[in-house]
Protein backbone atom coordinates (compact mmCIF):
# COMPACT_ATOMS: atom_id res chain seq x y z
CA UNK A 1 0.00 0.00 0.00
CA UNK A 2 1.24 4.05 -0.98
CA UNK A 3 -0.51 6.58 0.02
CA UNK A 4 -3.31 7.69 -2.49
CA UNK A 5 -2.11 11.00 -3.27
CA UNK A 6 1.85 11.27 -2.81
CA UNK A 7 2.91 7.91 -2.99
CA UNK A 8 4.75 7.35 -0.16
CA UNK A 9 5.13 4.16 1.79
CA UNK A 10 5.39 5.70 5.57
CA UNK A 11 2.02 4.83 6.26
CA UNK A 12 0.74 4.29 10.19
CA UNK A 13 -2.53 2.31 11.39
CA UNK A 14 -4.44 4.51 13.54
CA UNK A 15 -8.26 3.48 13.48
CA UNK A 16 -8.80 -0.17 13.03
CA UNK A 17 -12.47 -1.04 12.94
CA UNK A 18 -11.56 -4.82 11.73
CA UNK A 19 -13.96 -6.14 9.51
CA UNK A 20 -17.08 -4.34 8.68
CA UNK A 21 -19.58 -4.75 6.12
CA UNK A 22 -19.99 -2.57 3.18
CA UNK A 23 -22.34 -0.34 4.30
CA UNK A 24 -24.54 1.06 1.79
CA UNK A 25 -25.61 -2.87 0.73
CA UNK A 26 -28.99 -3.16 2.42
CA UNK A 27 -30.24 -6.03 1.93
CA UNK A 28 -33.53 -7.99 1.09
CA UNK A 29 -34.30 -11.49 3.55
CA UNK A 30 -33.41 -13.24 1.44
CA UNK A 31 -29.43 -11.70 1.20
CA UNK A 32 -29.22 -11.59 5.27
CA UNK A 33 -26.13 -13.53 6.21
CA UNK A 34 -24.95 -13.64 2.83
CA UNK A 35 -23.04 -10.11 2.55
CA UNK A 36 -19.54 -9.79 2.02
CA UNK A 37 -16.96 -7.91 4.72
CA UNK A 38 -14.23 -6.06 4.25
CA UNK A 39 -11.07 -4.70 6.34
CA UNK A 40 -12.10 -0.92 7.42
CA UNK A 41 -8.55 0.50 8.48
CA UNK A 42 -7.79 4.19 8.48
CA UNK A 43 -3.97 4.80 7.82
CA UNK A 44 -1.75 8.13 8.55
CA UNK A 45 0.74 9.55 5.71
CA UNK A 46 3.54 10.55 7.55
CA UNK A 47 4.90 12.36 4.59
CA UNK A 48 1.29 14.46 3.08
CA UNK A 49 -0.82 14.04 6.14
CA UNK A 50 -3.42 12.47 4.52
CA UNK A 51 -5.59 10.48 6.66
CA UNK A 52 -7.10 7.20 4.37
CA UNK A 53 -8.48 3.83 4.40
CA UNK A 54 -5.69 1.32 2.95
CA UNK A 55 -8.26 -0.95 1.42
CA UNK A 56 -10.34 -0.15 -1.59
CA UNK A 57 -14.02 -2.05 -2.18
CA UNK A 58 -14.64 -1.66 -5.70
CA UNK A 59 -16.10 1.06 -7.39
CA UNK A 60 -18.16 -0.75 -9.68
CA UNK A 61 -19.85 -2.65 -5.88
CA UNK A 62 -20.10 0.35 -4.07
CA UNK A 63 -21.45 3.11 -6.67
CA UNK A 64 -22.79 0.55 -9.59
CA UNK A 65 -26.35 0.96 -8.25
CA UNK A 66 -26.39 2.93 -4.83
CA UNK A 67 -30.09 4.54 -3.84
CA UNK A 68 -28.91 7.30 -2.09
CA UNK A 69 -31.07 10.24 -3.47
CA UNK A 70 -29.85 14.17 -2.77
CA UNK A 71 -33.25 15.34 -3.44
CA UNK A 72 -34.69 13.85 -0.21
CA UNK A 73 -33.80 16.36 2.31
CA UNK A 74 -34.98 20.07 2.29
CA UNK A 75 -31.73 21.23 4.03
CA UNK A 76 -29.24 19.76 0.96
CA UNK A 77 -32.03 21.14 -1.96
CA UNK A 78 -31.00 24.68 -0.21
CA UNK A 79 -27.42 24.13 0.31
CA UNK A 80 -27.54 23.49 -3.29
CA UNK A 81 -29.74 26.52 -4.24
CA UNK A 82 -27.34 28.65 -1.87
CA UNK A 83 -23.72 27.43 -3.42
CA UNK A 84 -25.43 27.94 -7.27
CA UNK A 85 -26.41 31.57 -7.05
CA UNK A 86 -22.51 32.15 -5.20
CA UNK A 87 -21.25 30.65 -7.81
CA UNK A 88 -22.83 32.23 -10.86
CA UNK A 89 -22.89 35.92 -9.11
CA UNK A 90 -18.91 35.59 -8.27
CA UNK A 91 -17.75 33.95 -11.15
CA UNK A 92 -20.26 33.82 -14.21
CA UNK A 93 -22.71 36.72 -14.04
CA UNK A 94 -21.05 38.73 -17.10
CA UNK A 95 -20.77 35.50 -19.21
CA UNK A 96 -23.17 35.65 -22.16
CA UNK A 97 -23.13 31.60 -22.30
CA UNK A 98 -22.00 29.36 -18.74
CA UNK A 99 -21.86 25.79 -18.53
CA UNK A 100 -21.35 23.36 -15.86
CA UNK A 101 -20.81 19.87 -15.15
CA UNK A 102 -21.60 17.70 -12.14
CA UNK A 103 -19.74 15.24 -11.17
CA UNK A 104 -21.36 12.72 -9.42
CA UNK A 105 -24.74 14.25 -10.03
CA UNK A 106 -27.07 11.99 -8.33
CA UNK A 107 -30.50 13.20 -9.19
CA UNK A 108 -29.43 15.87 -10.62
CA UNK A 109 -30.76 17.90 -7.63
CA UNK A 110 -28.27 20.22 -7.80
CA UNK A 111 -27.97 20.81 -11.68
CA UNK A 112 -31.31 22.27 -11.69
CA UNK A 113 -30.59 24.64 -9.39
CA UNK A 114 -27.95 26.05 -12.00
CA UNK A 115 -30.07 25.40 -14.92
CA UNK A 116 -32.37 28.04 -13.00
CA UNK A 117 -30.32 30.74 -13.14
CA UNK A 118 -29.29 29.88 -17.21
CA UNK A 119 -26.55 27.40 -16.92
CA UNK A 120 -26.47 24.79 -19.64
CA UNK A 121 -26.16 21.57 -17.50
CA UNK A 122 -24.34 17.97 -18.02
CA UNK A 123 -23.86 15.72 -15.15
CA UNK A 124 -22.13 12.14 -15.05
CA UNK A 125 -23.24 10.00 -12.61
CA UNK A 126 -22.31 6.06 -11.79
CA UNK A 127 -25.51 4.92 -10.45
CA UNK A 128 -27.70 3.55 -13.15
CA UNK A 129 -30.73 3.68 -10.82
CA UNK A 130 -30.32 7.39 -10.11
CA UNK A 131 -28.94 8.50 -13.32
CA UNK A 132 -32.14 7.08 -14.42
CA UNK A 133 -33.95 9.10 -12.49
CA UNK A 134 -31.95 12.37 -13.43
CA UNK A 135 -32.74 11.28 -17.18
CA UNK A 136 -36.56 11.03 -17.08
CA UNK A 137 -36.66 14.23 -14.73
CA UNK A 138 -34.87 16.08 -18.04
CA UNK A 139 -31.26 16.29 -16.53
CA UNK A 140 -28.97 15.05 -19.42
CA UNK A 141 -26.85 12.80 -17.87
CA UNK A 142 -24.09 10.63 -18.76
CA UNK A 143 -24.01 6.96 -17.04
CA UNK A 144 -20.39 6.61 -16.48
CA UNK A 145 -17.43 6.79 -13.88
CA UNK A 146 -16.24 10.51 -14.42
CA UNK A 147 -12.19 10.04 -14.97
CA UNK A 148 -9.72 11.46 -17.60
CA UNK A 149 -10.97 9.16 -20.62
CA UNK A 150 -14.67 10.00 -19.70
CA UNK A 151 -13.91 13.72 -19.79
CA UNK A 152 -12.00 13.30 -23.53
CA UNK A 153 -15.20 11.82 -24.47
CA UNK A 154 -17.59 14.52 -23.15
CA UNK A 155 -15.14 16.53 -24.98
CA UNK A 156 -15.92 19.85 -23.85
CA UNK A 157 -14.67 23.09 -21.25
CA UNK A 158 -16.75 24.14 -18.54
CA UNK A 159 -16.74 27.32 -17.00
CA UNK A 160 -17.52 25.68 -13.76
CA UNK A 161 -17.46 21.70 -12.76
CA UNK A 162 -18.51 20.89 -9.61
CA UNK A 163 -18.07 17.22 -7.37
CA UNK A 164 -20.29 17.74 -3.92
CA UNK A 165 -19.64 14.70 -1.88
CA UNK A 166 -17.86 12.57 -3.86
CA UNK A 167 -14.25 14.20 -4.17
CA UNK A 168 -13.27 11.82 -1.11
CA UNK A 169 -14.92 8.81 -2.88
CA UNK A 170 -12.60 8.32 -5.76
CA UNK A 171 -10.33 4.92 -6.73
CA UNK A 172 -9.20 6.72 -9.62
CA UNK A 173 -8.01 9.73 -7.58
CA UNK A 174 -5.64 11.20 -10.45
CA UNK A 175 -7.04 10.65 -13.80
CA UNK A 176 -10.08 12.19 -11.76
CA UNK A 177 -8.26 15.58 -10.92
CA UNK A 178 -6.42 15.06 -14.41
CA UNK A 179 -10.06 14.97 -16.40
CA UNK A 180 -11.65 17.98 -13.48
CA UNK A 181 -8.19 19.86 -15.21
CA UNK A 182 -8.86 19.11 -19.24
CA UNK A 183 -12.63 20.03 -18.70
CA UNK A 184 -11.98 23.35 -16.63
CA UNK A 185 -11.94 26.18 -18.74
CA UNK A 186 -8.72 28.85 -18.09
CA UNK A 187 -10.91 31.01 -16.07
CA UNK A 188 -13.45 28.34 -15.13
CA UNK A 189 -13.85 27.11 -11.57
CA UNK A 190 -14.18 24.01 -9.84
CA UNK A 191 -16.02 23.91 -6.64
CA UNK A 192 -15.88 21.04 -4.30
CA UNK A 193 -17.68 20.24 -1.26
CA UNK A 194 -15.86 17.39 0.67
CA UNK A 195 -15.92 16.21 4.68
CA UNK A 196 -13.78 18.56 6.80
CA UNK A 197 -11.73 15.84 8.50
CA UNK A 198 -11.09 18.59 11.56
CA UNK A 199 -14.96 19.04 12.09
CA UNK A 200 -15.30 15.08 12.13
CA UNK A 201 -12.47 14.41 14.98
CA UNK A 202 -14.29 17.41 16.61
CA UNK A 203 -17.51 15.97 16.22
CA UNK A 204 -16.24 12.74 16.98
CA UNK A 205 -18.49 11.76 13.98
CA UNK A 206 -16.30 8.47 13.42
CA UNK A 207 -19.38 7.02 11.50
CA UNK A 208 -18.27 8.93 8.24
CA UNK A 209 -15.60 6.53 8.32
CA UNK A 210 -16.99 4.25 5.78
CA UNK A 211 -15.87 2.17 2.67
CA UNK A 212 -16.79 4.77 0.40
CA UNK A 213 -15.04 7.26 2.23
CA UNK A 214 -11.43 6.24 0.97
CA UNK A 215 -9.64 9.70 1.61
CA UNK A 216 -10.29 12.18 4.67
CA UNK A 217 -8.63 15.53 3.64
CA UNK A 218 -7.96 18.82 5.42
CA UNK A 219 -7.24 22.26 3.38
CA UNK A 220 -3.46 21.16 3.42
CA UNK A 221 -3.60 17.77 2.20
CA UNK A 222 -6.50 18.33 -0.60
CA UNK A 223 -4.09 20.84 -1.65
CA UNK A 224 -1.12 18.61 -1.88
CA UNK A 225 -3.42 16.59 -4.45
CA UNK A 226 -4.55 19.56 -6.03
CA UNK A 227 -1.17 20.74 -6.59
CA UNK A 228 0.09 17.34 -8.61
CA UNK A 229 -2.21 18.22 -11.17
CA UNK A 230 -2.03 21.67 -11.73
CA UNK A 231 -5.13 22.95 -9.51
CA UNK A 232 -5.15 25.42 -6.75
CA UNK A 233 -7.52 25.86 -4.00
CA UNK A 234 -8.14 30.19 -4.17
CA UNK A 235 -10.95 30.52 -1.62
CA UNK A 236 -13.50 28.07 0.97
CA UNK A 237 -15.36 28.39 3.74
CA UNK A 238 -16.88 25.58 6.00
CA UNK A 239 -20.54 24.66 5.71
CA UNK A 240 -22.88 22.41 8.33
CA UNK A 241 -23.23 19.95 5.97
CA UNK A 242 -22.40 16.37 7.49
CA UNK A 243 -21.37 18.33 10.43
CA UNK A 244 -18.63 19.83 8.67
CA UNK A 245 -17.72 20.83 5.35
CA UNK A 246 -15.56 22.65 3.11
CA UNK A 247 -16.87 24.40 0.11
CA UNK A 248 -13.57 24.86 -2.00
CA UNK A 249 -13.09 26.75 -4.79
CA UNK A 250 -10.30 25.65 -7.12
CA UNK A 251 -8.91 26.93 -10.37
CA UNK A 252 -5.76 26.38 -12.48
CA UNK A 253 -2.33 27.07 -10.46
CA UNK A 254 -1.15 30.92 -10.57
CA UNK A 255 -4.41 31.83 -12.06
CA UNK A 256 -5.83 33.41 -8.76
CA UNK A 257 -4.84 34.61 -5.18
CA UNK A 258 -5.55 32.87 -2.04
CA UNK A 259 -8.39 34.76 -0.40
CA UNK A 260 -7.79 35.97 3.04
CA UNK A 261 -10.59 33.83 4.66
CA UNK A 262 -8.72 30.58 3.20
CA UNK A 263 -5.30 32.05 4.35
CA UNK A 264 -7.30 32.10 7.99
CA UNK A 265 -8.73 28.91 8.07
CA UNK A 266 -5.35 27.00 6.61
CA UNK A 267 -3.31 28.83 9.98
CA UNK A 268 -6.69 27.68 12.39
CA UNK A 269 -6.14 24.62 10.64
CA UNK A 270 -2.80 24.32 11.77
CA UNK A 271 -3.05 25.98 15.12
CA UNK A 272 -5.61 22.58 15.64
CA UNK A 273 -2.99 20.01 15.25
CA UNK A 274 -5.29 17.79 13.04
CA UNK A 275 -2.65 17.46 10.83
CA UNK A 276 -0.83 15.07 13.29
CA UNK A 277 -0.50 11.63 13.70
CA UNK A 278 -1.07 12.47 17.42
CA UNK A 279 -4.45 13.83 16.79
CA UNK A 280 -5.29 10.84 15.32
CA UNK A 281 -4.13 8.50 18.19
CA UNK A 282 -6.60 10.59 20.87
CA UNK A 283 -9.55 10.59 18.00
CA UNK A 284 -9.12 6.89 17.95
CA UNK A 285 -9.59 6.71 22.27
CA UNK A 286 -12.54 9.14 21.64
CA UNK A 287 -14.29 6.22 19.65
CA UNK A 288 -13.72 3.63 22.08
CA UNK A 289 -15.36 5.70 25.16
CA UNK A 290 -18.06 6.54 23.03
CA UNK A 291 -18.76 3.16 22.01
CA UNK A 292 -18.96 2.28 25.86
CA UNK A 293 -21.26 5.35 26.72
CA UNK A 294 -23.35 4.58 23.57
CA UNK A 295 -24.11 0.71 24.85
CA UNK A 296 -24.62 1.86 28.30
CA UNK A 297 -27.45 4.56 27.56
CA UNK A 298 -28.93 1.73 25.06
CA UNK A 299 -29.09 -1.22 27.39
CA UNK A 300 -30.56 1.22 30.20
CA UNK A 301 -33.50 1.76 28.03
CA UNK A 302 -33.81 -2.11 27.28
CA UNK A 303 -33.88 -2.39 31.02
CA UNK A 304 -36.52 0.58 31.59
CA UNK A 305 -38.41 -1.48 29.09
CA UNK A 306 -38.51 1.16 26.67
CA UNK A 307 -38.41 0.51 22.66
CA UNK A 308 -36.00 1.94 20.80
CA UNK A 309 -36.09 2.78 16.67
CA UNK A 310 -33.02 3.91 14.75
CA UNK A 311 -33.97 7.64 12.92
CA UNK A 312 -32.95 7.53 9.67
CA UNK A 313 -31.05 4.64 7.57
CA UNK A 314 -27.80 6.55 6.44
CA UNK A 315 -24.92 4.85 5.52
CA UNK A 316 -22.95 6.17 8.03
CA UNK A 317 -25.65 4.71 10.35
CA UNK A 318 -24.78 1.10 9.42
CA UNK A 319 -20.80 2.22 10.42
CA UNK A 320 -21.76 3.20 13.62
CA UNK A 321 -24.28 -0.09 14.67
CA UNK A 322 -21.91 -2.60 12.78
CA UNK A 323 -18.58 -1.46 15.44
CA UNK A 324 -21.10 -0.43 18.52
CA UNK A 325 -22.38 -4.04 17.86
CA UNK A 326 -26.01 -2.76 17.80
CA UNK A 327 -28.23 -5.46 16.52
CA UNK A 328 -32.15 -5.91 16.61
CA UNK A 329 -32.51 -7.04 20.32
CA UNK A 330 -31.31 -2.64 21.07
CA UNK A 331 -33.02 -1.28 18.23
CA UNK A 332 -36.03 -3.08 16.58
CA UNK A 333 -36.68 -0.56 13.49
CA UNK A 334 -34.95 1.87 11.57
CA UNK A 335 -37.02 4.22 10.23
CA UNK A 336 -36.03 5.80 6.67
CA UNK A 337 -37.57 8.28 4.48
CA UNK A 338 -36.28 6.53 0.82
CA UNK A 339 -39.26 4.28 -0.54
CA UNK A 340 -36.40 2.15 -2.44
CA UNK A 341 -35.46 0.86 1.10
CA UNK A 342 -38.85 -0.81 1.53
CA UNK A 343 -38.80 -4.26 3.28
CA UNK A 344 -35.12 -3.80 3.37
CA UNK A 345 -32.57 -4.57 6.29
CA UNK A 346 -29.23 -2.95 7.19
CA UNK A 347 -26.18 -4.86 6.53
CA UNK A 348 -24.21 -6.90 9.40
CA UNK A 349 -26.79 -5.95 12.03
CA UNK A 350 -29.98 -7.07 9.98
CA UNK A 351 -32.14 -4.36 11.68
CA UNK A 352 -35.64 -4.67 9.47
CA UNK A 353 -36.39 -0.96 7.73
CA UNK A 354 -39.48 0.94 8.32
CA UNK A 355 -40.69 3.83 5.95
CA UNK A 356 -41.38 6.73 8.09
CA UNK A 357 -45.02 7.60 6.63
CA UNK A 358 -45.85 4.08 7.68
CA UNK A 359 -45.07 3.64 11.16
CA UNK A 360 -48.07 2.56 13.16
CA UNK A 361 -46.67 2.64 16.61
CA UNK A 362 -44.50 5.29 17.86
CA UNK A 363 -41.20 3.88 20.27
CA UNK A 364 -40.39 5.62 23.35
CA UNK A 365 -36.83 6.48 21.78
CA UNK A 366 -35.44 7.52 18.33
CA UNK A 367 -31.92 6.61 18.29
CA UNK A 368 -31.22 8.91 15.62
CA UNK A 369 -28.41 7.69 12.94
CA UNK A 370 -29.21 10.62 10.59
CA UNK A 371 -27.74 13.20 12.89
CA UNK A 372 -26.09 15.55 10.79
CA UNK A 373 -29.76 17.21 9.97
CA UNK A 374 -30.41 17.40 13.39
CA UNK A 375 -32.18 20.86 13.35
CA UNK A 376 -34.57 19.71 10.58
CA UNK A 377 -35.54 16.57 12.29
CA UNK A 378 -36.15 18.06 16.01
CA UNK A 379 -38.07 21.24 13.47
CA UNK A 380 -40.22 18.80 11.51
CA UNK A 381 -40.87 16.33 14.75
CA UNK A 382 -41.99 18.94 17.49
CA UNK A 383 -45.08 17.44 17.79
CA UNK A 384 -43.92 13.86 18.58
CA UNK A 385 -41.59 15.52 20.94
CA UNK A 386 -44.40 16.76 22.73
CA UNK A 387 -45.80 13.47 23.07
CA UNK A 388 -42.71 12.42 24.75
CA UNK A 389 -40.81 10.61 22.19
CA UNK A 390 -37.18 11.51 23.13
CA UNK A 391 -34.85 12.19 20.05
CA UNK A 392 -31.35 10.96 21.35
CA UNK A 393 -28.22 11.83 19.08
CA UNK A 394 -25.39 9.33 19.20
CA UNK A 395 -22.91 12.13 17.28
CA UNK A 396 -23.72 15.90 18.75
CA UNK A 397 -21.57 18.34 16.40
CA UNK A 398 -19.93 20.53 18.29
CA UNK A 399 -18.89 23.35 15.82
CA UNK A 400 -22.73 25.31 15.67
CA UNK A 401 -22.60 26.30 11.64
ZN1 LIG B 1 1.00 10.90 1.34
Redesign the pocket.
Known amino acids: MI ?1 R ?4 AELELVIDQGQQPWCNNFLTKEQIGTEPFYPLHVVY ?1 H ?2 C ?1 VQLDYTVKKEIMFGDHTYLSGITQSLQDHFGGVAREVDSRFCSDRPKKSILDIGSNDGTQLKQYEKLGFEIMGVESSKTTAKIAADAGVPTLHAFFNQEAMSGIGKQFDVINASGVFFHLEELHSVCEGIRAGLKDDGVFVVQFLYVKCLMENLAFDQIYHEHLLYYSLKTIEVLLNRHGLSMFDAYLAPIHGGSIIGFITHQGMREPSERLQNMRAEEAASGCNTVESYRKFNNGIKRMKEENLAYLQQAKDDGKRVYGFGAPVKGNTLLNYFGIGPELIEYLVEKNELRRDLYSPGMHIPLLIEKEVSELPDIYYVLAWNFKKEILANNQQLINDGVEFFFPVNPKTDL
Do not use: A, G, L, Y
Open positions: CVCDSCDCT
